[in-house]
């Protein structure tokens, strides 16, 4: 039956699920998003498993004109000093369709709103007031309209506001002590590494990810340091005195401008406490980016509602179980990735480096450790 639903939010959980409602459903819905306009700034890269392009191309991600994407083939391992450790073969999870995909966050974010923009997307809508009348939810925003619905989707970020409408339980996320800077290079200079592949460079409480974000081989490098406190006036600060006091040839590729900011995750996996409020993306849970999932499980999830929705089996505890599962998986992981990465004991780091090195030829490893996550 013709449902009425809102999504609140335009990030990439918000417009994929309307993607998918509006290609393959007769739904009525509309994306309610904060902001004025959709954040399209340039260059800010973003890795996109198998799981996630599977998702996409049901949605004719291969649109795309090529030369904004690329296909690495392997992850490769380096020390600070920029030295290899070993690389993991990421084509091995790839078929003729479905690619371990790289791109700018801004070339998502076009493709994702070309068939919404004009007709499903309204901007500056701020949620005032909730309440539930009769078996639907009204909801009321600031600038006095309104929207009666069936359901409400929450893809409004990791500081999901929605969840203060509908949850008397807190879920707020944490600080993880933590900082990102990013910065776009034009080419990989004068960095031992390859710009056809994705490099991990694992330095002291600090690591560095660089990949190229389309043909012309530009990279996006992001840096993750620990820190006590994010004060983004003092990122060139801390990048000297933790990652430039490893290895001062670095220097190069923090002299373009830098983008940071501070990295939470969400404590816990709390359910729904309204039958017609589901949360997506990171509203549904924050993860660190050290397993480049955020994204993807965003889709995922979005993913997961569509495909109930389509069954007319959109109930809480089943999206719930099924979303939450997916979400152990990955936390597990990319947890315990923020942990290996950033030995500062010498003796840990080379345990890690000779486990690194054995593990990534071990298929049944590689089948444990990722298959689940990538669904192969
Ligand atoms: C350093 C770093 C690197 C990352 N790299 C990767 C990567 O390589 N691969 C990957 O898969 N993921 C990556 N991620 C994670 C990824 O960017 C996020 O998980 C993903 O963007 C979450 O999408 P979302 O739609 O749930 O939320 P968001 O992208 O946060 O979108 C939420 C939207 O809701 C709007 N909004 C907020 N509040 C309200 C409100 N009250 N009312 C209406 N609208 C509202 C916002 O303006 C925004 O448009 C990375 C994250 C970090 C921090």
Same mark, same amino acid.
């Given at each position: &039956?013709? /449902?009425?639903l809102?999504i609140?939010g335009?990030?990439i959980?918000?417009l994929t699920?309307?993607?998918?409602?509006k290609?393959f459903?007769?739904?009525? $819905?509309m994306?309610?998003e904060?902001e004025?306009?959709?954040s399209? !700034?340039?260059?800010?890269? =973003?890795?996109l498993?198998?799981?996630?392009?599977?998702?996409l191309? !049901?949605?004719d991600f291969?649109?795309?004109?090529n030369?904004?994407l690329?296909?690495?083939k392997?992850?490769?391992?380096?020390n =600070?000093?920029?030295?290899?450790?070993?690389d993991?073969?990421?084509?091995k $999870?790839?078929?003729?369709? @479905?690619k371990? @995909?790289?791109l700018?966050?801004?070339?998502?974010?076009?493709?994702l709103k070309?068939?919404?923009? @004009?007709?499903?997307?309204?901007f500056?809508?701020?949620?005032?007031?909730v +309440?539930?009348? #009769?078996?639907?939810?009204?909801?009321?925003?600031?600038d006095?309209t309104?929207d009666l619905?069936?359901?409400?989707?929450a893809?409004?970020?990791?500081?999901?506001?929605?969840?203060?409408f509908f949850? /008397?339980?807190k879920n707020?996320?944490?600080?993880?002590?933590?900082i990102?800077?990013?910065?776009?290079?034009?080419? #990989?200079s004068?960095?031992?590494i390859s710009?056809e592949?994705?490099?991990?460079m694992?330095?002291?409480?600090s690591?560095?990810?660089?990949?190229?974000?389309?043909k012309?081989?530009e990279?996006?490098?992001?840096?993750?340091?620990?820190?006590?406190?994010?004060?983004?006036?003092?990122t060139?600060q801390?990048? @000297?005195?933790?990652?430039l #006091?490893?290895n001062?040839?670095?220097k =190069?590729?923090?002299?373009?401008?830098i983008?940071?900011?501070p990295?939470y $995750?969400t404590?816990k996996?709390?359910? +729904?406490s309204?039958?017609?409020?589901?949360?997506?993306g990171?509203a549904?849970?924050? $993860?660190?980016?050290?397993?480049?999932q955020?994204?993807g499980?965003?889709?995922?999830?979005?993913?997961e509602i *569509?495909?109930?929705?389509?069954e007319?089996?959109?109930?809480?505890d089943t999206?719930f179980?099924?979303?939450?599962?997916r979400a152990k998986i990955v936390r597990?992981?990319?947890?315990?990735?923020f942990?290996?990465f950033? *030995?500062?004991n010498?003796? &840990?780091?080379?345990?890690?480096?000779?486990?690194? #090195?054995?593990?990534t030829r071990?298929? +049944?490893f590689?089948?444990?450790y990722l298959n689940?996550v990538?669904?192969?």
């Amino acid at each position: &039956m013709k /449902k009425k639903l809102a999504i609140i939010g335009a990030g990439i959980a918000g417009l994929t699920l309307a993607n998918f409602l509006k290609k393959f459903t007769d739904h009525e $819905f509309m994306i309610y998003e904060r902001e004025e306009s959709l954040s399209l !700034e340039e260059g800010y890269g =973003i890795q996109l498993a198998t799981n996630s392009i599977k998702i996409l191309n !049901e949605i004719d991600f291969k649109k795309i004109n090529n030369e904004k994407l690329f296909n690495p083939k392997t992850l490769d391992f380096y020390n =600070i000093q920029n030295e290899k450790i070993c690389d993991l073969d990421l084509s091995k $999870f790839n078929n003729e369709e @479905t690619k371990y @995909t790289t791109l700018q966050r801004s070339t998502l974010i076009e493709f994702l709103k070309e068939d919404i923009y @004009t007709q499903h997307l309204r901007f500056g809508k701020k949620i005032k007031e909730v +309440s539930e009348l #009769k078996d639907k939810i009204l909801i009321k925003f600031d600038d006095n309209t309104n929207d009666l619905v069936d359901f409400v989707f929450a893809a409004d970020g990791i500081f999901s506001n929605t969840r203060s409408f509908f949850e /008397k339980k807190k879920n707020e996320p944490i600080f993880k002590k933590a900082i990102a800077a990013r910065v776009i290079l034009k080419s #990989k200079s004068e960095l031992n590494i390859s710009d056809e592949n994705i490099s991990l460079m694992l330095g002291s409480k600090s690591h560095l990810v660089l990949y190229p974000i389309n043909k012309k081989k530009e990279l996006n490098l992001v840096c993750i340091m620990r820190c006590k406190k994010f004060d983004p006036d003092n990122t060139k600060q801390l990048i @000297t005195n933790l990652v430039l #006091k490893q290895n001062p040839k670095l220097k =190069i590729i923090f002299d373009n401008e830098i983008k940071s900011w501070p990295l939470y $995750f969400t404590p816990k996996i709390l359910p +729904s406490s309204n039958k017609k409020v589901f949360y997506i993306g990171d509203a549904f849970n924050g $993860f660190l980016p050290t397993l480049a999932q955020g994204a993807g499980q965003s889709i995922e999830s979005a993913y997961e509602i *569509f495909n109930l929705l389509k069954e007319n089996k959109l109930v809480s505890d089943t999206y719930f179980e099924l979303r939450s599962k997916r979400a152990k998986i990955v936390r597990k992981r990319s947890n315990f990735n923020f942990f290996a990465f950033h *030995f500062s004991n010498s003796l &840990m780091q080379k345990i890690r480096n000779f486990f690194l #090195k054995f593990l990534t030829r071990r298929k +049944s490893f590689i089948k444990a450790y990722l298959n689940p996550v990538y669904k192969n």
